[in-house]
Structure formats: C-alpha cells, structure tokens
C-alpha cells in the first residue's frame, strides 16, 4: 500500500514538474523558433506544457519501483545506523546540534552585514554547519558529566536548606563473572545492595556464547549464569534494567563495561582482580564480591580456641588441613595423625592474603 501511494506521488510530482518546466521552456528563444511559437498563443501553451508534463509523469511512472527500492534501502540503513546510537547519546546530540544551529543564526546577522559579494552566504552555511557539528559533538562526548547535573542541583539545593545530602542510590552494572558466580543474587536477596542493578545486552550475548561452548565445564558455567539472571529478576524485590547500549568500536566486554559505567556514572559489581586493577586505573568505582566475602569473615585472633575438622594433609610435614564454613583454610599443625577427626585447636596466628584469609592453629 505504501508503496503505490509513493509511487502515485511521484507520478503527480512528474506531473506537476513537468507542466511548469514546459513553460519555462516555452520562455528560450530558440524554441519559440523550432516550433514557431507565438506568445500570445495560449493553446499551443498549454497542449506543449501538457505533453511535457505526460512525458515526465511517464517517466517517473516507469522509474518509480527503481527509485522506490533505492529509497527503502536508504532508510533501512539509515534505520539500521540509527539504532546503534544509544538513545541517550542520540538525546544529547540533538540538544547540542540544536544549540549549536541556534548560536549560528545569532552570529548570522552580523555575518550577512559583510559588503563582499558571496562571502556572507558561504560564511553564513559554513557557520551553520561548523556550529552545529562542534555542539552535538560536545553534546555526546561529555554525556557524563551532563547527565549529573540534575544530581548536582539537588544536592546544591539540598545544602542550601541547611538538609543532609542523602542522594540517590548508583546503578551496579554486572559482569559476567559475577553472574556466573552467583554470590551476587544472595547479596540482593538481603538488601544490601541499592539502586538499579544493570545488565548490558553484551553481557547478556557473552554469557550465551558461554552456554552454548562445546565444552561441558563452559557450558553448565553459562547456564548457570542464565539461571542466576533469571533468580535476580523474578524472585528479588530489586529493579533490574536491561540496556542495549553498547560500543562498536570496542570488542572487549571489560572495556565495554568500563565505558558503560563511565556513561552512567555507575559501579561495576565483580569478581574479576583483572577487572578491578583496570577500573582503578581509569577512574571507575568497583564492588569486588571476593572483597567483600573477605571483609564480613568472621574475626579470628591468635589465643583463642575453636573446633575443626581435618579433612586432608597439608604440603609440609606433619600438617593438616581444614576448613571454616565460609571456606577460610586452617592449617593444622601436627594435624596429618588426626586426619578425619574433630578435635579442639588454639590458634596460633593468621595470615592475610591476596587470596583470602589463612589460619594457623595447633592442637589443644
């Protein structure tokens, strides 16, 4: 249907066009001599703007399907292009481009003053076009900071009447790592965590790759992250926000994820010590899960007592190991006799690692 009306369009624009361009035509001296035309012979005027006008329409007519593809395929490029711009990114660069073009037409006055023949028109598009590019550029290149200048009146607000600034909750962008480990869905469930939690569409298209690897440990890793998403987003009391933005020019997810906290000055939640070193290089505020799992340990000081079980032997001679409930390792001195036994130890001192948490214990 859309399709023949612009086709009927393009008919009547043939049309159209073509009577007027008949008698512009009529108007060359040299036609008024092929055809020994006389001006004030209206006939002849409107029977040859009429047959232009049908010659023209034709040949729309006939070129209409040609023109009709190459225009659908402009659109759905121009279509396909578009929705890889994020929505905010497309938000701010028209407000930018319109400030820009703004800006040009206060300038254009004293521009279109210039005596030089020319001069002022080019001037005049060229400001156009150079204010209005250099505003949507600023516009999206400093997005951040834009998108915090609501927080920022708030809180100026805030302080001027004499309140505390309480502000709102920052989104907590999920990696995949994180996902997988699943930690994160209990640390939801207690509340602990405010504020949206974000899931990219690349993070998303990771975990499914993961999921669908010939390999059975990468394999049941991915669904298992999958069955985690699933557990945040129906069973937890929590805003969860999918968003489709992402970075063309960039292939590596952490890099991504980076940007993407950047743009909506947010936190990356994670597992990943990699990840962590990175983000503290470019400035990006990191929740570690490990930290935080290390952080809420019970406190165990040397001299008091406490009951275990080992369960194997350790690397040096004579010790065994053992375990807390939170996964802590307590080496057991002398504890390779009492390998699958309960008995009571003293603690003799603990040692703080890159890892987690060691403790050294002997028997009571």
Not at 116 to 124: D, K, M, N
Not at 198 to 211: D, G, M, S, T
Not at 290 to 316: D, Q, S, T, Y
Request: with cysteine; glycine share 8%; net charge positive.
């Amino acid at each position: 249907m859309l399709k023949k009306i612009i086709r009927a369009a393009l008919t009547l624009l043939g049309v159209s066009g073509g009577y007027a361009l008949g008698v512009l035509m009529l108007n060359f001296e040299w036609l008024r001599t092929a055809f020994n035309y006389n001006p004030s012979d209206m006939a002849f005027k409107v029977i040859f703007s009429t047959v232009v006008a049908l010659i023209i329409g034709f040949i729309l007519y006939m070129l209409s399907p040609y023109l009709i593809r190459r225009f659908m395929g402009v659109a759905k490029h121009t279509e396909k292009e578009l929705e890889k711009i994020p929505a905010n990114q497309m938000l701010f660069g028209s407000v930018g481009l319109i400030l820009g073009l703004m800006i040009a037409y206060l300038i254009n006055g004293a521009i279109n003053n210039i005596p030089i023949p020319f001069v002022s028109g080019f001037l005049s598009i060229l400001a156009y076009i150079f204010l209005g590019y250099l505003g949507a550029r600023l516009a999206t290149k400093n997005m951040a900071d834009l998108s915090r200048l609501p927080d920022m009146f708030r809180r100026t607000g805030s302080k001027s009447s004499g309140s505390k600034d309480q502000g709102g909750a920052k989104p907590k962008i999920l990696d995949t790592s994180v996902i997988i480990d699943g930690r994160i869905a209990d640390i939801c469930k207690t509340g602990f965590v405010e504020g949206p939690i974000i899931i990219p569409e690349f993070v998303l298209e990771e975990l499914r790759h993961i999921a669908d690897s010939s390999d059975s440990l990468k394999r049941n890793r991915g669904r298992r992250g999958l069955d985690i998403l699933k557990v945040i987003q129906k069973e937890i009391n929590i805003e969860v926000k999918i968003v489709s933005t992402n970075f063309e020019d960039v292939s590596e997810v952490d890099i991504k994820l980076l940007k993407l906290a950047k743009l909506i000055n947010g936190f990356v939640v994670t597992n990943d010590y990699n990840l962590n070193k990175v983000a503290e290089l470019q400035d990006v505020r990191v929740l570690n899960i490990n930290e935080l799992a290390n952080a809420i340990k019970p406190v165990v000081l040397p001299g008091e007592e406490m009951v275990v079980h080992v369960i194997k032997e350790g690397k040096e001679s004579n010790q065994g190991i053992a375990y807390l409930d939170d996964g802590t390792m307590i080496v057991v001195e002398g504890g390779k006799r009492h390998i699958n036994e309960t008995l009571e130890v003293l603690v003799t001192s603990v040692l703080q690692t890159a890892a987690g948490r060691m403790i050294f214990v002997k028997p009571l």
